[in-house]
């Protein structure tokens, strides 16, 4: 089992920064794969950013530039720096933990199995 526990979301204006911490704890196989995924309302959950235990990352597209994923293994915290947001960053943003698959890379499916609650993020105009 694996507890995630978001924080650090909320109002922001365009062009702002907000930095997501994840507290994660339980069975670290299943850690080894970590990310972040957001849904706006009407939307469909989607990945933003996933780093694996080796530290590989990928983000989506449309964050490239302006989102940091990163991971403090000593406090068992991943993080996501988010710079020059804009309204369409407005979101749930989740943390997510997985294993990895049999080939030992992060699935693409957003199927992670653990999820947090979520932390909202809100960006005006």
């Known amino acids: 089992q694996v507890q995630l526990v978001e924080s650090g979301g909320g109002p922001v204006q365009a062009g702002g920064s907000l930095r997501l911490s994840c507290a994660a704890s339980?069975?670290?196989?299943?850690?080894?794969?970590m990310g972040w995924f957001r849904q706006a309302p009407g939307k469909e959950r989607e990945e933003v950013a996933v780093?694996?235990?080796?530290?590989?990352?990928r983000y989506t597209e449309v964050v490239k530039g302006r989102f940091t994923i990163s991971k403090d293994n000593a406090k068992n915290t991943l993080y996501l720096q988010m710079n020059s947001l804009k309204p369409e960053d407005t979101a749930l943003y989740y943390c997510?933990?997985?294993?990895?698959?049999?080939?030992?890379?992060?699935?693409?499916?957003?199927?992670?199995?653990?999820w947090g609650q979520g932390t909202q993020v809100t960006v005006s105009s």
């Open positions: 997510a933990a997985d294993p990895p698959t049999l080939g030992g890379n992060c699935r693409r499916d957003r199927n992670f199995r653990y």
């Open positions: 339980g069975d670290i196989y299943s850690r080894r794969c």
């Open positions: 780093i694996d235990n080796a530290g590989a990352i």
